[in-house]
Structures are given as C-alpha cells and as structure tokens.
C-alpha cells in the first residue's frame, strides 16, 4: 500500500508546529498532515475535467500505469479506496490522472456514488504544505482516467506539487475533540485539523491526531 498517507508513506505522525508562523506549513515528515487555509473553495471536477478511455493514453502520461480494463493494472492500492492510480503529468506539475478502480458508493444515503477530494500539497524537506483548493467529483467507470488540473493558492504559485491527499466526500464519527456523536464531513474534519494546529498560541494538534486516528484518507507522494 504505497502511498497513504494524509497525509502514506510511513506512519503518519503528527508533530509540534515550529515551522515559520507567516507559513501555512506543519512541521513535520513528508508523510504527515500538510497545513493550509481552512476557508479554500472547494472546486467541482465536473466543471473543470476530461475524462478519456484509459486504452488512449494522453503524451503527458505515457509513463502511467492505467488499468485498460479496468481490473489488471492499476499502480496501487489503498485500503480506503481500494486499486487507483493517480499520477502526475509529465508536461504540468500542476496536473494529475486518476483512474480507480471500484467507484465508491455510499451504504446510508439516497446517492449511487460518491464523490472523491482532493488537495495537492508540496513537501520541502520537513514540511508539507497544503498548497491549493479541494477538487471533489465522482469517479464512475473503472475504465476511464480523469485528467485533474489544480487551483493552487496566489502565495503558493512557485510552489512544486509532489503529492496530494484524496478522500472520499463522507462524513464519520471523528473521535475527541471533535463531537463524536454528530458524523463530520472528512474534508471539513481536514480543514479544523488545519485551522486549528496553526492558531497560535498553542498550535493544537490534537483535531490532527484524531482526524488521523480514523485513517479514512490516501496520501500519495511523486
């Protein structure tokens, strides 16, 4: 299971804030929760991405392993979300490909998929950073590769997208400090997590530390 992470890569282990205070950034290891705004617009895929058989492979991805019939294939797995791939462009750091390969449903509500989050970070030696705005959409066909352009933040326009955390656009029982009898939504969870550990002037980690207790995430990391 490469790549999981929130935030994977090793065990994800949340740390101290001692990185500089006008930075949005955790310190931390690249296989930790990367920090940013907690107001970033969430952006629909839908309005914003192709999606092509993953048999025609785009110039910028031949180095890619997609899955053409959407079973054999895939670069990894999760136990999250199961075989995927998602890999960066070899033209655009800014742009990724994702192909999954069983689309996720939901068992409780009146819905026949789920929609997918993701956030691109950049990692610099000890810190990751949460460099740009969630894209969220469905992914319904394990044949097909969707083509995923980030939105990075103004103040983060020269930074390096090397990874990006994904989710499913669910909510769960998130244990304290959060209140565990009303579920949160995983990407609202993400964003107190973020909020809070950089609010000075205790940096409290503990949101980040249950968020990452409930592991409902895939970090993935080029």
């Given at each position: 299971?490469?790549?999981?992470?929130?935030?994977?890569?090793?065990?994800f282990t949340v740390?101290?804030?001692?990185?500089?205070?006008?930075?949005?950034?955790?310190?931390?290891?690249?296989?930790?929760?990367?920090?940013?705004?907690?107001?970033?617009?969430?952006?629909?895929?839908?309005?914003?991405?192709?999606?092509?058989?993953?048999?025609?492979?785009?110039?910028?991805?031949?180095?890619?392993?997609?899955?053409?019939?959407?079973?054999?294939?895939?670069?990894?797995?999760?136990?999250?979300?199961?075989?995927?791939?998602?890999?960066q462009s070899s033209?655009?750091?800014?742009?990724?490909?994702?192909?999954?390969?069983?689309?996720?449903?939901?068992?409780?509500?009146?819905?026949?998929?789920?929609?997918?989050?993701?956030?691109?970070?950049?990692?610099?030696?000890?810190?990751?950073?949460?460099?740009?705005?969630?894209?969220?959409?469905?992914?319904?066909?394990?044949?097909?590769?969707?083509?995923?352009?980030?939105?990075?933040?103004?103040?983060?326009?020269?930074?390096?997208?090397?990874?990006?955390?994904?989710?499913?656009?669910?909510?769960?029982?998130?244990?304290?400090?959060?209140?565990?009898?009303?579920?949160?939504?995983?990407?609202?969870?993400?964003?107190?997590?973020?909020?809070?550990?950089?609010?000075?002037?205790?940096?409290?980690?503990?949101?980040?530390?249950?968020?990452?207790?409930?592991?409902?995430?895939?970090?993935?990391?080029?």
């Open positions: 299971m490469r790549g999981l992470l929130f935030f994977v890569v090793v065990i740390t101290s804030c001692d990185s500089p205070r006008d930075r949005r950034a955790l310190s931390s290891t690249p296989s930790d929760i990367g920090q940013s705004s907690a107001s970033a617009a969430r952006i629909d895929l839908g309005n914003t991405t192709t999606t092509t058989p993953a048999s025609v492979i785009p110039t910028d991805a031949q180095h890619c392993k997609f899955a053409t019939d959407g079973i054999n294939g895939f670069a990894d797995s999760s136990t999250h979300l199961g075989n995927y791939t998602l890999c033209a655009d750091k800014n742009t990724m490909y994702f192909q999954l390969q069983t689309p996720p449903v939901s068992t409780t509500l009146p819905v026949t998929a789920l929609s997918i989050c993701f956030i691109p970070t950049t990692s610099t030696g000890t810190n990751s950073i949460y460099v740009g705005n969630p894209m969220c959409g469905q992914f319904t066909s394990p044949t097909a590769v969707r083509k995923i352009t980030f939105v990075k933040f103004a103040q983060y326009q020269n930074a390096v997208i090397n990874g990006a955390i994904f989710f499913k656009d669910i909510g769960f029982n998130y244990p304290s400090p959060f209140n565990s009898y009303t579920q949160t939504m995983t990407l609202d969870a993400y964003r107190i997590c973020m909020q809070v550990i950089s609010t000075p002037p205790y940096y409290n980690s503990s949101y980040c530390q249950a968020f990452k207790q409930v592991n409902q995430y895939v970090f993935k990391q080029f």
